[in-house]
Protein backbone atom coordinates (compact mmCIF):
# COMPACT_ATOMS: atom_id res chain seq x y z
CA UNK A 1 0.00 0.00 0.00
CA UNK A 2 1.06 3.93 -0.14
CA UNK A 3 2.52 3.79 3.07
CA UNK A 4 4.94 1.30 2.67
CA UNK A 5 6.02 2.45 -0.91
CA UNK A 6 9.49 3.70 -0.95
CA UNK A 7 11.28 5.81 -3.07
CA UNK A 8 14.42 4.54 -3.07
CA UNK A 9 16.38 1.20 -3.02
CA UNK A 10 19.06 0.39 -0.31
CA UNK A 11 22.58 -0.77 -1.36
CA UNK A 12 21.68 -5.11 -1.71
CA UNK A 13 24.73 -5.69 0.43
CA UNK A 14 22.88 -3.88 3.18
CA UNK A 15 19.51 -5.68 2.30
CA UNK A 16 21.15 -9.07 2.14
CA UNK A 17 22.45 -8.29 5.70
CA UNK A 18 19.11 -7.14 6.95
CA UNK A 19 17.40 -10.11 6.00
CA UNK A 20 20.25 -12.59 7.13
CA UNK A 21 19.52 -10.89 10.71
CA UNK A 22 15.62 -11.52 10.14
CA UNK A 23 16.45 -15.37 9.38
CA UNK A 24 19.08 -15.84 12.90
CA UNK A 25 16.41 -14.15 15.24
CA UNK A 26 13.25 -16.07 13.66
CA UNK A 27 14.83 -19.22 13.51
CA UNK A 28 13.79 -19.35 9.83
CA UNK A 29 16.14 -21.16 7.20
CA UNK A 30 13.88 -19.61 3.98
CA UNK A 31 13.17 -16.20 2.61
CA UNK A 32 10.42 -16.68 0.21
CA UNK A 33 9.98 -13.80 -1.53
CA UNK A 34 7.16 -14.54 -3.31
CA UNK A 35 4.92 -15.39 -0.19
CA UNK A 36 2.93 -12.68 1.33
CA UNK A 37 2.32 -11.86 4.91
CA UNK A 38 -0.78 -11.60 6.80
CA UNK A 39 -2.30 -9.80 9.46
CA UNK A 40 -1.56 -12.49 11.85
CA UNK A 41 1.86 -13.09 10.65
CA UNK A 42 4.62 -11.67 12.92
CA UNK A 43 5.67 -8.51 11.16
CA UNK A 44 9.67 -8.26 11.52
CA UNK A 45 11.15 -4.70 11.57
CA UNK A 46 15.12 -4.05 11.45
CA UNK A 47 16.37 -0.73 12.38
CA UNK A 48 19.35 0.68 10.34
CA UNK A 49 21.54 3.36 11.69
CA UNK A 50 20.89 6.61 9.44
CA UNK A 51 18.25 5.16 7.54
CA UNK A 52 15.48 4.00 9.57
CA UNK A 53 13.31 1.58 10.25
CA UNK A 54 12.18 -1.31 7.46
CA UNK A 55 9.60 -4.14 7.60
CA UNK A 56 10.88 -8.01 6.22
CA UNK A 57 8.88 -7.10 3.67
CA UNK A 58 9.73 -4.01 2.47
CA UNK A 59 13.37 -5.79 2.78
CA UNK A 60 12.31 -8.49 0.93
CA UNK A 61 11.10 -6.35 -2.12
CA UNK A 62 14.33 -4.41 -2.56
CA UNK A 63 16.08 -7.51 -2.37
CA UNK A 64 13.66 -8.76 -5.40
CA UNK A 65 14.37 -5.17 -6.93
CA UNK A 66 18.22 -5.56 -6.77
CA UNK A 67 18.37 -9.33 -7.86
CA UNK A 68 16.29 -8.47 -10.89
CA UNK A 69 18.47 -5.04 -11.66
CA UNK A 70 21.67 -7.14 -11.55
CA UNK A 71 20.48 -9.72 -13.75
CA UNK A 72 19.73 -7.51 -16.56
CA UNK A 73 22.59 -5.75 -15.85
CA UNK A 74 24.67 -9.06 -16.36
CA UNK A 75 22.30 -9.60 -19.71
CA UNK A 76 23.40 -6.25 -21.22
CA UNK A 77 26.99 -7.10 -20.74
CA UNK A 78 26.52 -10.56 -22.42
CA UNK A 79 25.01 -8.84 -25.40
CA UNK A 80 26.98 -6.45 -25.52
CA UNK A 81 30.12 -9.09 -25.33
CA UNK A 82 28.27 -11.19 -28.22
CA UNK A 83 28.19 -8.43 -30.17
CA UNK A 84 31.21 -6.71 -29.76
CA UNK A 85 33.32 -9.70 -29.94
CA UNK A 86 31.66 -12.61 -30.54
CA UNK A 87 29.85 -11.79 -33.92
CA UNK A 88 32.95 -10.50 -35.75
CA UNK A 89 34.63 -13.72 -35.57
CA UNK A 90 31.17 -15.49 -36.83
CA UNK A 91 31.01 -12.77 -39.74
CA UNK A 92 34.68 -13.61 -40.27
CA UNK A 93 34.16 -17.44 -40.42
CA UNK A 94 31.68 -17.51 -42.62
CA UNK A 95 33.32 -15.02 -44.81
CA UNK A 96 36.01 -17.48 -44.67
CA UNK A 97 35.03 -20.58 -45.26
CA UNK A 98 32.56 -19.21 -47.85
CA UNK A 99 28.68 -18.44 -47.41
CA UNK A 100 27.22 -19.02 -51.50
CA UNK A 101 25.49 -21.84 -52.64
CA UNK A 102 26.98 -23.17 -55.99
CA UNK A 103 25.23 -24.02 -59.37
CA UNK A 104 23.08 -20.62 -59.60
CA UNK A 105 23.81 -18.38 -62.22
CA UNK A 106 22.85 -15.74 -59.09
CA UNK A 107 24.76 -14.96 -55.77
CA UNK A 108 22.61 -16.48 -53.17
CA UNK A 109 23.76 -17.12 -49.74
CA UNK A 110 23.13 -19.81 -47.18
CA UNK A 111 21.35 -17.03 -44.78
CA UNK A 112 18.84 -16.15 -47.73
CA UNK A 113 17.17 -19.67 -48.05
CA UNK A 114 17.04 -19.35 -44.19
CA UNK A 115 13.37 -17.88 -44.90
CA UNK A 116 12.38 -21.19 -46.40
CA UNK A 117 11.67 -22.51 -42.44
CA UNK A 118 8.30 -22.67 -41.16
CA UNK A 119 5.67 -19.40 -40.66
CA UNK A 120 8.31 -17.29 -42.87
CA UNK A 121 7.85 -15.36 -45.79
CA UNK A 122 9.66 -16.63 -48.80
CA UNK A 123 12.53 -13.73 -50.46
CA UNK A 124 12.64 -13.52 -54.26
CA UNK A 125 16.18 -15.12 -54.02
CA UNK A 126 14.52 -18.84 -52.48
CA UNK A 127 11.51 -18.35 -55.54
CA UNK A 128 14.46 -17.81 -57.98
CA UNK A 129 16.41 -21.10 -56.74
CA UNK A 130 13.72 -23.12 -56.91
CA UNK A 131 12.74 -22.27 -60.49
CA UNK A 132 15.76 -23.14 -61.18
CA UNK A 133 15.63 -26.32 -60.00
CA UNK A 134 12.06 -26.83 -61.35
CA UNK A 135 14.01 -25.77 -64.81
CA UNK A 136 16.85 -28.30 -64.64
CA UNK A 137 14.60 -31.03 -63.46
CA UNK A 138 11.89 -30.96 -66.03
CA UNK A 139 13.18 -28.48 -68.62
CA UNK A 140 10.81 -26.42 -70.86
CA UNK A 141 10.20 -24.22 -68.72
CA UNK A 142 11.73 -20.85 -67.43
CA UNK A 143 10.69 -18.12 -65.01
CA UNK A 144 11.03 -14.20 -65.28
CA UNK A 145 10.09 -11.86 -62.83
CA UNK A 146 7.38 -9.28 -63.33
CA UNK A 147 8.58 -5.26 -61.99
CA UNK A 148 7.42 -5.24 -58.06
CA UNK A 149 4.03 -2.99 -57.84
CA UNK A 150 2.47 -1.25 -55.24
CA UNK A 151 -1.07 -1.39 -54.89
CA UNK A 152 -3.27 1.11 -56.47
CA UNK A 153 -1.03 0.92 -59.45
CA UNK A 154 -2.25 3.64 -62.40
CA UNK A 155 0.45 2.74 -64.90
CA UNK A 156 -1.65 1.19 -67.01
CA UNK A 157 -0.62 -0.14 -70.26
CA UNK A 158 2.94 0.06 -69.55
CA UNK A 159 3.03 -2.41 -66.60
CA UNK A 160 5.52 -4.84 -68.76
CA UNK A 161 8.85 -3.83 -69.35
CA UNK A 162 10.12 -4.05 -73.23
CA UNK A 163 13.00 -6.75 -72.01
CA UNK A 164 10.24 -9.18 -70.64
CA UNK A 165 7.90 -9.04 -74.01
CA UNK A 166 11.11 -9.82 -76.22
CA UNK A 167 11.80 -12.67 -74.23
CA UNK A 168 7.85 -13.61 -74.27
CA UNK A 169 7.79 -13.52 -77.49
CA UNK A 170 10.85 -15.28 -78.32
CA UNK A 171 10.51 -18.01 -75.67
CA UNK A 172 10.07 -21.79 -76.84
CA UNK A 173 9.63 -23.28 -73.18
CA UNK A 174 6.20 -24.68 -72.75
CA UNK A 175 5.79 -22.41 -69.21
CA UNK A 176 7.01 -19.32 -68.55
CA UNK A 177 6.54 -18.45 -64.63
CA UNK A 178 6.17 -14.84 -64.29
CA UNK A 179 6.38 -14.51 -60.20
CA UNK A 180 5.19 -10.13 -59.27
CA UNK A 181 5.57 -8.93 -55.77
CA UNK A 182 2.23 -6.35 -54.84
CA UNK A 183 3.46 -3.93 -51.79
CA UNK A 184 6.70 -5.33 -51.09
CA UNK A 185 4.52 -8.03 -49.04
CA UNK A 186 2.69 -10.47 -51.07
CA UNK A 187 3.61 -13.07 -54.00
CA UNK A 188 1.34 -13.58 -57.34
CA UNK A 189 1.99 -14.82 -60.14
CA UNK A 190 0.92 -15.62 -64.02
CA UNK A 191 1.76 -18.25 -66.36
CA UNK A 192 2.17 -18.63 -69.87
CA UNK A 193 1.17 -21.97 -71.26
CA UNK A 194 2.23 -21.76 -74.27
CA UNK A 195 0.80 -25.37 -75.32
CA UNK A 196 -2.15 -24.42 -74.42
CA UNK A 197 -2.09 -20.79 -75.50
CA UNK A 198 -3.49 -19.37 -72.37
CA UNK A 199 -2.31 -16.91 -70.15
CA UNK A 200 -3.33 -17.72 -66.06
CA UNK A 201 -4.06 -15.38 -63.28
CA UNK A 202 -3.06 -16.82 -59.56
CA UNK A 203 -3.47 -15.19 -56.35
CA UNK A 204 -2.98 -17.72 -53.45
CA UNK A 205 -5.44 -15.67 -51.15
CA UNK A 206 -7.92 -15.05 -54.36
CA UNK A 207 -8.14 -11.32 -53.65
CA UNK A 208 -10.35 -8.85 -55.97
CA UNK A 209 -8.05 -6.33 -56.43
CA UNK A 210 -5.08 -8.53 -56.92
CA UNK A 211 -6.92 -10.51 -59.54
CA UNK A 212 -7.51 -7.54 -61.30
CA UNK A 213 -4.38 -6.23 -61.36
CA UNK A 214 -2.89 -9.75 -62.71
CA UNK A 215 -5.97 -9.24 -65.32
CA UNK A 216 -4.82 -6.06 -66.54
CA UNK A 217 -1.15 -7.11 -66.88
CA UNK A 218 -2.15 -10.22 -68.52
CA UNK A 219 -4.04 -8.49 -71.24
CA UNK A 220 -1.57 -6.07 -71.41
CA UNK A 221 0.97 -8.58 -72.90
CA UNK A 222 -1.97 -10.35 -74.83
CA UNK A 223 -2.31 -7.58 -76.55
CA UNK A 224 1.22 -6.25 -77.17
CA UNK A 225 3.48 -9.60 -77.57
CA UNK A 226 1.34 -12.73 -77.32
CA UNK A 227 -1.74 -12.40 -79.91
CA UNK A 228 -4.47 -14.60 -79.35
CA UNK A 229 -3.64 -16.50 -76.15
CA UNK A 230 -6.24 -16.48 -73.81
CA UNK A 231 -6.78 -15.44 -70.52
CA UNK A 232 -7.92 -17.71 -67.34
CA UNK A 233 -8.33 -17.01 -63.66
CA UNK A 234 -7.56 -19.47 -61.19
CA UNK A 235 -9.18 -19.58 -57.60
CA UNK A 236 -7.80 -22.46 -56.03
CA UNK A 237 -5.74 -23.47 -53.75
CA UNK A 238 -6.03 -21.01 -51.17
CA UNK A 239 -3.70 -20.06 -47.99
CA UNK A 240 -4.78 -20.07 -44.41
CA UNK A 241 -1.86 -18.72 -42.95
CA UNK A 242 -0.37 -15.40 -43.71
CA UNK A 243 3.18 -16.34 -44.46
CA UNK A 244 3.09 -18.83 -47.30
CA UNK A 245 2.38 -16.81 -50.58
CA UNK A 246 5.60 -17.30 -51.53
CA UNK A 247 5.29 -21.35 -51.14
CA UNK A 248 1.48 -21.26 -52.86
CA UNK A 249 3.24 -19.49 -56.10
CA UNK A 250 5.96 -22.07 -56.36
CA UNK A 251 3.93 -24.92 -55.74
CA UNK A 252 1.42 -23.31 -58.35
CA UNK A 253 4.38 -23.72 -60.78
CA UNK A 254 5.42 -26.89 -59.60
CA UNK A 255 2.22 -28.51 -60.25
CA UNK A 256 1.78 -27.31 -63.93
CA UNK A 257 5.06 -29.83 -64.45
CA UNK A 258 4.38 -32.75 -62.26
CA UNK A 259 0.65 -33.30 -62.14
CA UNK A 260 1.07 -35.92 -59.45
CA UNK A 261 2.19 -33.83 -57.36
CA UNK A 262 0.02 -33.74 -54.09
CA UNK A 263 -2.58 -31.65 -52.83
CA UNK A 264 -2.55 -31.65 -49.21
CA UNK A 265 -2.57 -27.84 -47.89
CA UNK A 266 -2.90 -28.36 -44.35
CA UNK A 267 -0.45 -27.31 -41.57
CA UNK A 268 1.20 -30.11 -41.90
CA UNK A 269 1.42 -30.35 -45.55
CA UNK A 270 2.73 -27.40 -46.24
CA UNK A 271 5.62 -28.12 -43.41
CA UNK A 272 6.48 -31.06 -45.59
CA UNK A 273 6.05 -28.61 -48.83
CA UNK A 274 8.68 -26.20 -47.44
CA UNK A 275 11.04 -29.00 -46.64
CA UNK A 276 10.57 -30.51 -50.50
CA UNK A 277 11.55 -26.84 -51.39
CA UNK A 278 14.59 -26.26 -49.43
CA UNK A 279 15.85 -30.14 -50.03
CA UNK A 280 15.39 -29.22 -53.83
CA UNK A 281 17.34 -26.37 -54.16
CA UNK A 282 20.19 -27.02 -51.67
CA UNK A 283 20.29 -31.17 -53.54
CA UNK A 284 20.54 -29.29 -57.17
CA UNK A 285 23.53 -26.93 -55.72
CA UNK A 286 25.34 -29.83 -54.13
CA UNK A 287 25.05 -31.64 -57.98
CA UNK A 288 26.50 -28.56 -59.16
CA UNK A 289 29.18 -28.36 -57.23
CA UNK A 290 30.26 -31.80 -57.23
Known amino acids: DAANTLTFRLPQTLVTKALEEIRKTSGSTVVDLACSQTDTDVQWVVT ?111 RVPEATRVALEMATEDYIFLPINLNSSHWACIVVDNVKGALMCYDSVDKRTHLKLLQAIANEIISTTLTGFAQTTMHSPTQKDSDSCGLFVCLFFWKRLWKEGGSDYTHMGLRLRRWEVLHAIIEFSKGQGA
Not at 65 to 78: I, M, P, R, S, V
Not at 97 to 113: A, K, Q, R
Not at 114 to 124: G, K, L
Not at 145 to 150: H, K, R, S, T, V
Open 48 to 158: IEGAGEFSESQLKAMYYLGDLANTCKLGLQCYSWLMTSVDPLLEERCRAVGGTLPGFDFPIEWSNIYCAREETWYNDLVIEAFTTTLSAKYGKNKTIFLPQLQLPDTNEGN
